[in-house]
């Protein structure tokens, strides 16, 4: 038998937002091994090097095929020496040993536990850790002033770290239909986030809302949260009001990423119906009337709804590549507001994302090929 093995050398284009990426990975142990490298980082605050082996993992995300040796990997991009040799242990042994002590690292694991406490960050979860606080019961134990947030995430860990399935999403969508068409008829909700990009769960649920006509959208947060909180329907929700204003933001200040719009971040009191989502929901007790489930909201006046359907549809990776083309490539500045062109020294407006995407020069990428 003769050996000629055709292995197929790769090559993919270097920003993320030139490239498809679906939610099909066909590298999945190797970006795997990655994520958990830039979780690692990020955790511990190194965001620089968090994000090296994000776009490392997102390159190999995009490969046709798996990789079954190192050579295959000359034209891919991002790939620096740290995760080429990640890459090279997983594939010659099925394994990385870094990675792998990693997953075991008592350091790690209380960093995972503590920072999946809703309100919970990286200061915070490093804080606690050097008290000795590792675990859920030693949090309990030693009683730490915690923020209203975190008292909610607390109380509602176990569903928070539940994944909320389509159907738990759909539930959540005929809630925020309904109160948005109660508080502002004519109001238009999109479900964003991972949602619309094709995934079958996600860690919370992202909605926008927007009104045909502009400025009729104004203030309408609050009123969408008193009725869904008068309802029944939050456990926990915080809303910060819009503060933008685009003659502030300006050429010269251009607008950050941080985003203005007003947004509330939430944890609904979902009701199980039966037949839906009700895995995991028995145990002890029976299956219980209703779980916890994250909800994001974000109103948009409707001159700028493409560009904060953009900015929300994600992933983060994506959006990041794109305001890093946006600024590098085009002399552009992209935010979830606006574009702006250096160049021209003016705005570029857009009522759709493939306005927007034209407007950077890239080929239009829809959402469900944006899971970089
Ligand atoms: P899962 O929820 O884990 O399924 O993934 P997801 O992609 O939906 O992530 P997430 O809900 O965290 O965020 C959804 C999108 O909103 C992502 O593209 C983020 O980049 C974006 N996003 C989240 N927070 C902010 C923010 O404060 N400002 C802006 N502009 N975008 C944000
Ligand atoms: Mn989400
Ligand atoms: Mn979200």
Known sequence: LQQTEEVEVFSTPSYACQRRTTLDNHNAVLTDALSLLAENAELSGEDGRGVAFRRAAAALKALPLPVTRLTQLGGVPCLGGHSLRVIKD?????????VEALRRSERFKALKVLTGIFGVGVKTAGRWIGEGILTLRQLRDSGPTLNRAQ???????????????????????????????????????????????????????????????????????????????????????KTN??????????????ASNMDRFERCFSVFKLPEEAGRGGAGAGGEGGPRPWRAVRVDLVVSPVSQFAFALLGWTGSKLFERELRRWAGHEMNMCLSSHALYDHRQSRYLRASSEEEIFAHLGLEYIPPSERNA
């Open 90 to 98: 997983v594939l010659e042994s099925g394994a990385s040993p870094e």
């Open 151 to 237: 008292r909610a995430g607390l109380r509602h860990y176990d569903d928070l770290n539940r994944p909320v399935g389509r159907a738990e999403a759909a539930a959540v969508a005929a809630v925020v239909e309904a109160a948005a068409g109660s508080v502002l008829p004519g109001a238009r909700v999109t479900l964003i986030g991972g949602f619309r990009r094709g995934k079958q769960t996600g860690h919370d649920v992202d909605f926008l809302i927007t009104h045909p006509e502009e400025g009729r959208e104004a203030g309408l947060m609050p009123k969408l949260v008193s009725w869904l909180d008068s309802q029944g329907f939050l456990l926990y929700q």
């Open 241 to 254: 009001s819009n503060s933008y204003l685009e003659a502030a933001e300006g050429p010269a200040r251009p």
